[in-house]
């Protein structure tokens, strides 16, 4: 949703390094640059006025006129600023002090409510809580029935005891759903109410209602991120005629320019809680204005990707792979190739993994183009050899391979290529566990990269230094290049606030797996 605005903001910072100084006219043509990013992106104008003055008021000041790079500065300034306008601190639900926690969804009708209810239900499943999905939507066609649809995807629990469409009492369903939710020992209750197509004065009554007959703990607007403009208008409605703690933002995996996202939270004084960026039930997650501020720049939402890995993979299986391949690359069979793909596959769409790491906005077609099916394709070929052709993979020759071919439904090319991309990623693993660091991201802390590597008594290798250049103006030129490259570099290789994403290099195992760019 954030391309445009990314791209922007990315082409703009560009024109800063390298600058030892930088003058106010500088300042004044950057944050004209983010203005129209802003405006174009469809961020509503009172925000963008705000956040443009402070940009302005905090560059020009010494922060960064006394810093030793002032270009980093700026850009750690409007990163800084950036998550001020997304809300600041990370916003946590609220819960009762004594169950159950109840929690009313309200919006306008297409918003996404009712899909949303279920996403977040299974969401607070996995945080070991029992919640409990109840149909207020009694005037939408099927909507009783599109809910009990999203709850049994979601393995939750419905109240669910008038048939809608038209027929029952909204108002009387939802207080006696927090009575059953206590019956039945549900500590959650999530109230999925009735929204218009437009703002008026009945949908308004009726929230307030369910509101006051349920006194939740928290009540969730949830706001269409596409809509633009009209998502402020709408929210601030909400906020005045029936009031709300939090915001939600669904279908954050849109095409649109994302404006609504970075307005809503500043204009309403509500903090965006979750957000929604899929259509599968578990694309949703707790919004981290840090970390999509970080998104928004170009440097990747490491801390994010390194939770749906811990939350995949398994920390026991983990240390078996690891000895496995402590004990030599032999030991690393197809079998464990499938598996480390298959945990990958339960972490979500590979795209959207990729998008999280640093400097993937020079590859963005590329990840747009890849085939989410080349996975299951890969699978196929793998469980169409037998036990002793993944064990060892070197016994594969032309007859096996047509018949591996035939039996996965690819071409005699495709197992042939698999082999060879399994040998690399062997290699590549064998050198990780032995702490010989990452190719092509020496030096990586936690992955050797060399320097603690024992070499026996070999005598190290002599490395010609790089020479000095005898004109003392290009002398000092090449030093304070090679100063502003440490400042610039992050703590694990990969650029950090203000350096340009598009340094950053993927080592050549993971950029084989990218379709060609065209």
Same mark, same amino acid.
């Given at each position: 949703?954030?391309?445009?605005?990314?791209?922007?903001?990315?082409?703009?910072?560009?024109?800063?390094?390298?600058?030892?100084?930088?003058?106010?006219?500088?300042?004044?043509?950057?944050?004209?640059?983010?203005?129209?990013?802003?405006?174009?992106?469809?961020?509503?104008?009172?925000?963008?006025?705000? %956040?443009?003055?402070?940009?302005?008021?905090?560059?020009?000041?010494?922060?960064?006129?006394?810093?030793?790079?002032?270009?980093?500065?700026?850009?750690?300034?409007?990163?800084?600023?950036?998550?001020?306008?997304?809300?600041?601190?990370?916003?946590?639900?609220?819960?009762?002090?004594?169950?159950?926690?109840?929690?009313?969804?309200?919006?306008?009708?297409?918003?996404?409510?009712?899909?949303?209810?279920?996403?977040?239900?299974?969401?607070?499943?996995?945080?070991?809580?029992?919640?409990?999905?109840?149909?207020?939507?009694?005037?939408?066609?099927?909507?009783?029935?599109?809910?009990?649809?999203?709850?049994?995807?979601?393995?939750?629990?419905?109240?669910?005891?008038?048939?809608?469409?038209?027929?029952?009492?909204?108002?009387?369903?939802?207080?006696?759903?927090?009575?059953?939710?206590?019956?039945?020992?549900?500590?959650?209750?999530?109230? =999925?109410?009735?929204?218009?197509?437009?703002?008026?004065?009945?949908?308004?009554?009726?929230?307030? =209602?369910?509101?006051?007959?349920?006194?939740?703990?928290?009540?969730?607007?949830?706001?269409?991120?596409?809509?633009?403009?009209?998502?402020?208008?709408?929210?601030?409605?909400?906020?005045?005629?029936?009031?709300?703690?939090?915001?939600?933002?669904?279908?954050?995996?849109?095409?649109?320019?994302?404006?609504?996202?970075?307005?809503?939270?500043?204009?309403?004084?509500?903090?965006?809680? %979750?957000?929604?960026?899929?259509?599968?039930? =578990?694309?949703?997650?707790?919004?981290?204005?840090?970390?999509?501020?970080?998104?928004?720049?170009?440097?990747?939402?490491?801390?994010?990707?390194?939770?749906?890995?811990?939350?995949?993979?398994?920390?026991?299986?983990?240390?078996?792979?690891?000895? /496995?391949?402590?004990?030599?690359?032999?030991?690393?069979?197809? =079998?464990?190739?499938?598996?480390?793909?298959?945990?990958?596959?339960?972490?979500?769409?590979?795209?959207?993994?990729?998008?999280?790491?640093?400097?993937?906005?020079?590859?963005?077609?590329?990840?747009?183009?890849?085939?989410?099916?080349?996975?299951?394709?890969?699978?196929?070929?793998?469980?169409?050899?037998?036990?002793?052709?993944?064990?060892?993979?070197?016994?594969?020759?032309?007859?096996?391979?047509?018949?591996?071919?035939?039996?996965?439904?690819?071409?005699?090319?495709?197992?042939?290529?698999?082999?060879?991309?399994?040998?690399?990623?062997?290699?590549?693993?064998?050198?990780?566990?032995?702490?010989?660091?990452?190719?092509?991201?020496?030096?990586?802390?936690?992955?050797?990269?060399?320097?603690?590597?024992?070499?026996?008594?070999?005598?190290?290798?002599?490395? /010609?230094?790089?020479?000095?250049?005898?004109?003392?103006?290009?002398?000092?030129?090449?030093?304070?290049?090679?100063?502003?490259?440490?400042?610039?570099?992050?703590?694990?290789?990969?650029?950090?606030?203000?350096?340009?994403?598009?340094?950053?290099?993927?080592?050549?195992?993971?950029?084989?797996?990218?379709?060609?760019?065209?």
């Amino acid at each position: 949703m954030f391309d445009t605005l990314s791209d922007r903001l990315s082409a703009t910072f560009k024109t800063l390094r390298g600058r030892g100084r930088l003058s106010e006219a500088d300042i004044d043509a950057t944050a004209r640059e983010i203005r129209i990013a802003l405006l174009e992106a469809d961020v509503a104008l009172p925000v963008v006025r705000a %956040f443009i003055k402070q940009v302005k008021e905090r560059a020009l000041g010494s922060e960064v006129s006394r810093a030793l790079n002032p270009a980093q500065q700026v850009i750690k300034i409007v990163n800084e600023e950036l998550v001020g306008i997304l809300g600041g601190e990370t916003r946590r639900l609220r819960f009762a002090k004594t169950a159950p926690t109840v929690i009313m969804l309200a919006g306008l009708q297409g918003a996404g409510k009712t899909t949303l209810a279920g996403k977040l239900a299974k969401w607070l499943s996995t945080q070991g809580h029992s919640p409990l999905l109840v149909a207020c939507d009694l005037q939408r066609p099927n909507a009783v029935n599109q809910l009990g649809v999203v709850a049994e995807r979601a393995g939750v629990a419905i109240y669910a005891p008038e048939p809608g469409n038209g027929v029952g009492d909204p108002v009387a369903v939802a207080r006696d759903s927090v009575a059953f939710a206590r019956d039945k020992q549900y500590d959650v209750v999530i109230v =999925d109410t009735a929204g218009r197509l437009g703002i008026d004065a009945e949908l308004m009554e009726q929230a307030a =209602d369910i509101r006051d007959a349920v006194s939740p703990d928290e009540v969730l607007f949830v706001v269409d991120a596409m809509i633009g403009q009209d998502a402020v208008t709408t929210a601030e409605a909400f906020r005045d005629g029936v009031g709300f703690d939090g915001v939600v933002l669904s279908k954050l995996d849109g095409d649109a320019r994302g404006g609504a996202a970075l307005s809503v939270a500043h204009v309403t004084g509500r903090q965006v809680m %979750f957000a929604s960026n899929g259509e599968g039930l =578990d694309d949703f997650d707790a919004f981290h204005p840090d970390r999509m501020a970080s998104r928004i720049l170009g440097m990747g939402d490491v801390l994010s990707l390194i939770e749906k890995a811990e939350q995949t993979f398994s920390q026991e299986e983990a240390e078996k792979l690891a000895e /496995k391949l402590s004990k030599g690359p032999k030991q690393f069979t197809l =079998d464990d190739f499938l598996s480390q793909m298959e945990q990958v596959r339960k972490m979500g769409s590979i795209s959207k993994l990729l998008g999280m790491m640093p400097g993937m906005g020079q590859m963005r077609d590329q990840i747009n183009n890849l085939d989410e099916r080349d996975v299951d394709r890969t699978a196929a070929i793998i469980k169409s050899m037998t036990p002793g052709e993944r064990e060892d993979p070197k016994i594969i020759n032309g007859s096996r391979r047509a018949r591996i071919a035939r039996g996965s439904g690819v071409d005699v090319s495709a197992v042939k290529n698999l082999v060879e991309r399994f040998f690399e990623a062997r290699k590549m693993m064998s050198k990780m566990a032995q702490g010989g660091g990452m190719p092509g991201m020496p030096g990586m802390p936690g992955m050797g990269g060399g320097a603690g590597k024992k070499r026996g008594k070999q005598p190290p290798k002599k490395v /010609k230094g790089k020479q000095r250049s005898g004109n003392p103006m290009k002398r000092k030129a090449d030093e304070q290049a090679a100063a502003d490259r440490r400042a610039a570099g992050g703590a694990f290789g990969v650029p950090g606030a203000g350096q340009d994403a598009s340094d950053f290099q993927l080592p050549k195992e993971f950029r084989d797996i990218l379709p060609p760019d065209k």
